[in-house]
């Protein structure tokens, strides 16, 4: 038992240190600078700055089709890119660009609201970015006013005697 622990002791050294190859000549000094700058560039992010957040129509009539343009910058480290935009309901539609806003420069995000619904009513439209926070929500709001006639007319039930 003895014998056969030794050999494998033996054995151990000889493959341990018959390796001639040093991993350190094996490493490209151009891939180890190429990844120390993506490294550096990944702790940087767009960052976007809406001039507002919200919008007020005020009172319109329902089915009035309104609009507005939502004016942001790009105040980050990286190129900003809105991957998506959602509304809270089919009567509101963002457009938006695809392309990606440098740092420093501004874009717009046009939201179309169709007028529908009836009093106080509020919408928001939720962004996809790459920003570090990933999402951004701008709301819209608008008193709408029902068309005359809209309202329901009463039903009449019988007086009993």
Known sequence: MK???LIVAILSVFAFS?????AADKVNEENVATAADRDAESGKFPTIA????????????????VEHV????????????????????GCTIPEYTK???APGESGELLVKFNG???????KTVT????TKAGTETL??????????????TPVKTPTSK
């Open 139 to 152: 709301t819209i709001k608008a008193f709408v006013t029902p068309k005359a006639g809209g309202a329901a």
């Open 70 to 89: 939502f004016k942001f910058k790009n105040t980050g480290e990286a190129p900003l890119m809105i991957v998506n935009a959602k509304s809270s309901c």
């Open 116 to 122: 529908s619904g009836q009093n106080q009513v509020s």
């Open 50 to 65: 809406f001039e507002e957040s919200q919008f007020d129509f005020g009172t319109i009539d329902q089915g009035t089709n």
């Open 3 to 5: 014998k056969s622990v």
């Open 99 to 101: 392309e990606p806003v």
């Open 18 to 22: 018959s390796c001639k190859d040093n």
């Open 127 to 130: 962004l996809t970015t790459n």
